[in-house]
């Protein structure tokens, strides 16, 4: 069994790797440029799509205003990039937004943010994947209705490339990505042209009117117009997300890292509003409609669209429209729009065990997060996030407009802590300076990272305002969930580390007074024999042999067994009247504690192990009973001393010298 499991896992996840291979080459900024910016440029999936969905709720003509949302979205998305340029920059060691909050504002606003980003990344997966899903639904319209099973495959299928370590490929990444670039770009100066001509075509939906909802009759007007306005550009501010992701990784540059990794920024956002402005330009101009509800919301001569009615996503709806005289370029354009948001997936699938594994470090998740497996991947990290994933794109069935209620309050809680603390950082620094020509620079940089956090803490006041009633309550509630959690966990960590050092008292009862030895026997033989040997080989205070009476013709046989072989110690008898095993020994190590509490008792048990698993459902596992009573017992040591099998001897070398856990495979001998 162990042979094949191990197989299993080699076919599936590859073969174990060095850990001297750990080490990564550095890249040019256009190497940089799709691996770190996919997340970021992939956001213009679904950001026009919810900023028109938002706007139509108040009717057709409130949709006119979309160009001036994406615009006050671009321009948070530049300063953001601004402000990020100058932290590259001042940390350039590429550790993110929780190393500089701690440092700048303490281990709790940290936390914060740690808890903030891991929320989002989770989000960042079922968004982006969930989103690929229904562009594909697009190009194969038999997926539809199925779109929680695709991304629930890509998920799967994501995570696994990654622990294979499969998916850090410089091609591989900058193929797609330049790729969705450059269709997007001709998509946007062809259909720029055709606009500028008057001879841009209109989309399918484009004759459909949009219904407002009841109390929005009147548009945009009054508070609920505004509200309305204030909630499409919060929608509109996942096109934020990802640009981050630049930040932790600076050291992977060339170098200068940090001019280099600040270039690279400024290329994404110039690039990522671009994209933004295009498509809302184009939807615009084709006429797109795109609402929360085709059938509450839409109305052709009066008429509800039918069941075989489709709602494509905005890019697709211009690319339908753009490329009408040429079919196939409307495929490139979809197809490389879901495969590019597959790679945003991909960067959280990164950020997400990074961002884990220190703070497992730290002591603020379970240590086993820190942990490399033998792919050299932090495989805890990337299924903990894929089951995550999952369980929300199922949660939610993949509906991007559900999902995207809880997006975006994580990132801007990072953005904020963040640039808050870069304004500390520079005070700090300006303290220490004194030339004129450096501190002129870094009250520049103070004064653009002060703006960027006073810009964050009000869209997130927006964010969380606009949103708190359609699902935003839900990630506040989760951040704040994981933020206890881990609180707890480091406290734990805390606990035990002060409970398990030793101070100056504690070094000299660091050694036991004295060694009680016990050895369980049931029957007087070669693994009973191997237990006396190695007990007596430790040399213990005292020993002795002990055998519990379950049966009283064994217990006669085993007593006239080892008086025969004239063994060097008594055999000690337990009686045990409901034919227990357990409990017995349990009484007996106790009374050996009460009487001695600061010496030591260990439990020696003679186990052999088999070597299929068929044979050890023909054994008893009264020895897995009682380590499991013995292990939470103060001053006691459970000793197995196995004894291999015939069967367990040739599956040792056919397993490559795999090593049992006789502690757990073993079949006790004491029974």
Do not use: C
């Not at 603390?421 to 940089?445: D, F, K, P, S």
Request: hydrophobic share 50%; charged share 15%; net charge positive.
């Amino acid at each position: 069994m162990p042979d094949i499991v191990d197989a299993a896992k080699r076919l599936l996840v590859g073969r174990p790797v060095r850990s001297d291979r750990l080490g990564h080459a550095l890249l040019r900024k256009r190497e940089a440029m799709p691996i770190f910016a996919s997340d970021a440029l992939s956001s213009v999936a679904y950001a026009p799509d919810e900023i028109l969905l938002t706007l139509s709720l108040a009717g057709l003509a409130a949709a006119t205003i979309s160009p001036w949302v994406g615009l006050a979205v671009v321009g948070v998305m530049l300063t953001v990039v601004a402000s990020y340029r100058h932290l590259v920059r001042a940390y350039p060691d590429g550790r993110g937004d929780y190393h500089v909050t701690t440092v700048n504002l303490g281990k709790r606003a940290g936390l914060a943010v740690g808890s903030a980003v891991l929320v989002d990344y989770v989000l960042t997966v079922a968004v982006s994947l969930s989103s690929s899903a229904q562009y594909l639904a697009t190009l194969w319209p038999a997926l539809r209705g199925n779109e929680e099973w695709v991304a629930t495959g890509m998920v799967a299928l994501v995570a696994l490339a990654n622990v294979r370590g499969r998916l850090r490929s410089r091609l591989g990444f900058a193929v797609p990505v330049y790729l969705f670039l450059a269709a997007m770009g001709v998509m946007a100066v062809v259909g720029g042209i055709q606009w500028a001509a008057g001879s841009i075509g209109r989309a399918t939906s484009a004759d459909y009117e949009v219904v407002p909802l009841d109390g929005l009759d009147q548009g945009l007007m009054g508070i609920a117009g505004a509200f309305l306005v204030l909630r499409a550009f919060s929608s509109g501010a996942v096109a934020l997300t990802g640009v981050e992701a630049i930040s932790t990784g600076v050291p992977a540059f060339r170098r200068p890292k940090a001019r280099n990794a600040a270039l690279t920024l400024a290329m994404l956002g110039l690039i990522g509003a671009t994209m933004l402005m295009s498509v809302l330009g184009l939807a615009r101009a084709t006429g797109v409609r795109f609402v929360e509800d085709p059938s509450r919301d839409l109305r052709l001569d009066g008429v509800a669209p039918g069941d075989d009615f489709v709602q494509t996503p905005v890019i697709g709806q211009i690319a339908e429209v753009v490329f009408a005289s040429v079919p196939w370029l409307f495929f490139v354009v979809v197809g490389a729009t879901a495969l590019i948001l597959v790679l945003a997936a991909n960067t959280a699938f990164n950020g997400f065990p990074q961002l884990a594994s220190v703070l497992g470090k730290d002591g603020f998740l379970p240590r086993q997060l820190h942990t490399r497996g033998d792919r050299l991947a932090l495989t805890n990290g990337i299924v903990s996030l894929a089951v995550a994933a999952i369980a929300l794109i199922w949660i939610f069935e993949a509906q991007i407009t559900q999902l995207i209620q809880l997006y975006i309050v994580g990132v801007f809680v990072s953005f904020t802590l963040s640039q808050l603390g870069m304004v500390r950082h520079w005070n700090r620094l300006l303290r220490t300076v004194i030339a004129a020509q450096e501190r002129a620079q870094m009250v520049r940089a103070r004064a653009v990272n002060a703006f960027g956090f006073a810009l964050t803490a009000v869209v997130l006041a927006v964010v969380v305002v606009t949103k708190a009633t359609h699902g935003a309550w839900i990630a506040v509630g989760l951040m704040a969930l994981l933020y206890v959690l881990m609180g707890l966990i480091r406290r734990h960590y805390d606990a035990a580390a002060e409970e398990l050092a030793l101070d100056d008292e504690g070094k000299a009862k660091a050694l036991p007074s004295r060694v009680h030895a016990v050895v369980l026997v049931s029957q007087v033989h070669k693994p009973t024999m191997r237990a006396l040997a190695y007990a007596r080989a430790t040399r213990p205070s005292t020993l002795q042999a002990i055998s519990v009476a379950v049966d009283a013709e064994e217990t006669s046989a085993l007593r006239a067994s080892w008086d025969r072989l004239g063994l060097p110690l008594p055999l000690t008898v337990l009686d045990s009247p409901y034919r227990e095993v357990t409990r017995p020994v349990l009484e007996f190590v106790k009374a050996i504690r009460r009487e001695s509490p600061r010496d030591l008792v260990v439990v020696y048990v003679p186990e052999y192990v088999v070597g299929s698993w068929w044979e050890r459902l023909l054994h008893n596992r009264s020895s897995a009973r009682l380590k499991a009573r013995l292990l939470h017992m103060p001053g006691v040591v459970m000793a197995s001393v196995p004894w291999q099998l015939r069967s367990a001897q040739l599956v040792g070398p056919a397993a490559g010298g795999t090593v049992h856990d006789v502690r757990t495979d073993g079949d006790t001998e004491a029974e």
